[in-house]
């Protein structure tokens, strides 16, 4: 079940919270798990028996795992640990990646349906018996708090990636002040925004964009431009959507994005970009790996392996490592060669170029093949003979000029911290503010009944 | 072993290797299940516009399965829509073929969310339409996905299987 459809907004989520609110506060978790599981059956039952397993599996592991330890023999429990990884990582393999492996090898496989959130729940074990073994955190021996950890429904599907040992704290006791409540709707309701009246535009205008023939270069810089702001304001939506939930329900979940495009490099940028995987890879991969305390070569042996995964993870494709190993390129030079050129020259400039920098590598995203990316970046240059600029230009950019200022705007912290200032100052602004918030659910709600359905970029991954 | 230092350390690590078999076994039944065609999309789209009557039908482009489906068509490897002439028809067949298995679950909510909106248009005085909306046959099947709303939708779908 999707945020952005009406069975979740009109029916599941009220029932859900309302349930929530009326039960005894010892039955509020086994309840959460069970919406939780429910929510996650009724897009893929045969997805949930997989859930199931593998949280059993993670259970059993992390509390073998705490046995070794407390018995002193951590050797033993580098193994359990080792082979727990190896598990959860086969299963994510066996869905995600295995007909990639096959291909490479000139076997055809059978193409297999991923199960929903697979990426995400098992990265979300995974950083589960990690903290276990390296005491971070001790097992959890009730199944119900575990179960909530790893099945909590706004983060089940994409993300964020919680990493228990940020998240263990509130698992047994989580009240939902009304602070948080009201900051979790607002949450909700901006997310909602952004995924249904800029991002579902937007990506109808690309997918247009992006049939619409030979393009002129204009018309594919315009496409990379649709693009890139449909995948934040999707992804960021969705990251807000679940973060508002997640409050409503009484849970503390750090911010997934912090306005990537107004930063002023490469690393600034990914530190600003689906946070919680970064802060996943940096603790589960980089920091395992001896992180920056070591020689430069190895440092860069790091960074680049951490990118090259990262890309891996997006998708079993060349084009998305390729989009690893392009990113980690710039990490690396934004580390040790152009950070001080970079420095000297303007905020703007520097903003510029780093969105410059990513939007290009977003090419290798939406594109099937490392060779149509380069197809599309030829466009851009003209390879397509169709001219600088023609109709087509003309057409995509005034028809969505609104919509492209619109998402410009919202790029940059300064709208919200406009309407965040005014909704503060006195009583009559927080009556407007709350109406304006309603007005953008109705909109919104008028925009998910007239249009198709569109899915999140990304439940593909 | 030194699993044996610990007796709770054994039997978690029992358990732990009960459900991995235990899953092992779920997915390949699972697996099993779920052959995959090697009909190249054209053959396919033979077997089935030679079932099918397409006489209140248009054959949908690009531009018009986006419209209707919200899917991109580039996105695989293809796709066959007939959508109804006029309004006031429900007639109804998309085939497509998939190029990997993680686009079944978007292709399923695309075809609910279709059928879902013609029903919505034909309830409360369309009761042929939605008769007939109520027979179509959607079957997602391995790396294929068939939806058909017709007169005898059953007809179409067994020469979509014969080929599949």
Redesign the interface.
């Known amino acids: 079940m ?1 945020f952005n459809t009406i069975p979740f907004l009109f029916v599941f989520f009220p029932a859900a919270l309302l349930i929530f609110r009326l039960v005894p506060e010892r039955a509020k978790n086994i309840v959460l798990v069970i919406l939780s599981l429910l929510f996650y059956a009724w ?2 039952v ?1 997805g949930l ?2 859930l199931i ?2 949280m ?2 993670n259970y ?2 992390a ?2 795992i705490q ?2 330890l407390d ?1 002193g ?1 951590r ?2 429990a580098r193994t ?1 640990l080792i082979t ?1 990884v190896v ?1 959860d990582l086969a ?1 994510l393999g ?3 990646y295995a ?1 990639f492996f096959a291909g490479i090898f000139g076997v055809q496989t ?5 199960p ?1 959130g697979i990426s995400f729940f098992t990265f979300t074990v995974l950083s589960y018996v990690s903290d276990v073994y390296y005491g971070k955190a001790e097992a959890e021996r009730r199944p119900v708090p575990y179960m909530l950890y790893v099945s909590l429904f706004p983060k089940i599907i994409s993300g964020p990636v919680v990493e228990y040992r940020d998240i263990v704290g509130q698992l047994e006791h989580h009240p939902v002040k009304a602070s948080a409540f009201r900051s979790g709707v607002k949450l909700f309701l901006i997310g909602l925004f952004k995924k249904v009246l800029i991002a579902d535009p937007l990506g ?1 205008s690309f ?2 964009l ?2 619409s023939g030979s393009l002129a270069s204009a018309t594919a810089w315009l496409g990379m431009i649709f693009y890139s702001l449909q995948l934040f304001y999707d992804f960021s939506g969705y990251s807000d959507m679940a973060i508002g939930i997640a409050k409503m329900f009484g849970f503390s979940i750090d911010k997934n994005f912090d306005h990537p495009y107004i930063s002023d490099g490469v690393t600034d940028f990914w530190r600003r970009w689906h946070i919680s995987l970064g802060h996943w890879f940096r603790d589960y991969v980089y920091i395992p790996m001896g992180g920056n305390r070591c020689s430069t070569k190895r440092l860069a042996v790091n960074l680049m392996t951490v990118w090259i995964l990262t890309g891996f993870w997006h998708g079993a494709g060349w084009n998305f490592i390729f989009w690893g190993i392009y990113h980690g390129a710039w990490v690396l030079l934004d580390r040790f060669a152009i950070r001080k050129i970079f420095d000297t020259i303007p905020r703007y400039v520097r903003i510029a170029l780093t969105d410059l920098i990513a939007c290009f590598g977003w090419i290798f995203f939406f594109s ?1 093949s490392i060779g149509s990316a380069f197809g599309w970046i030829g466009n851009m240059f003209g390879s397509a003979h169709a001219g600088f600029w023609n109709g087509a230009t003309t057409y995509y950019l005034y028809s969505n000029l609104v919509l492209l200022l619109i998402a410009v705007i919202f790029c940059s912290p300064v709208p919200g911290e406009f309407i965040d200032s005014i909704s503060v100052r006195n009583r009559n602004s927080v009556l407007i503010a709350s109406i304006g918030y309603a007005v953008l659910f109705i909109f919104s709600i008028a925009a998910i009944v007239s ?5 999140f970029l990304y ?2 991954f | 072993m030194s699993i044996s230092l610990n007796g709770r350390a054994r039997v978690y690590a029992a358990a732990k290797w009960a459900v991995a078999i235990l899953a092992v076994v779920l997915i390949a039944v699972h697996s099993a299940g779920t052959k995959m065609s090697s009909t190249s999309f054209d053959d396919m789209k033979e077997a089935v516009m030679a079932a099918a009557d397409t006489t209140n039908m248009l054959e949908a482009d690009s531009q018009m399965i986006r419209r209707l489906y919200g899917i991109d068509p580039d996105e695989y490897d293809g796709v066959l829509l007939w959508y109804p002439k006029t309004n006031m028809k429900s007639e109804e067949l998309l085939v497509v073929k998939l190029r990997d298995g993680g686009q079944m679950k978007a292709l399923e909510q695309a075809i609910s969310a279709r059928k879902d909106t013609l029903l919505q248009s034909f309830r409360g005085y369309g009761a042929e339409q939605t008769a007939m909306l109520e027979n179509s046959v959607t079957d997602l099947r391995g790396n294929y996905a068939f939806f058909c709303s017709a007169d005898d939708p059953d007809r179409v779908h067994q020469a979509f299987l014969t080929a599949y």
Not at chain 1, 110 to 114: D, F, T
Not at chain 1, 451 to 455: A, C, D, E, L, Q
Request: proline share 2%; net charge neutral.
């Open positions: 999707s897009d893929s045969s028996l997989l397993f593998s059993a599996f059993f592991a509390l073998e046995s070794l018995h023999n050797q033993t359990a727990s598990a299963l066996f869905y995600k007909g059978a193409e297999r349906e991923l929903l109808s997918a247009s992006r049939n099937p249009n198709t359905y569109t899915s439940f593909r």
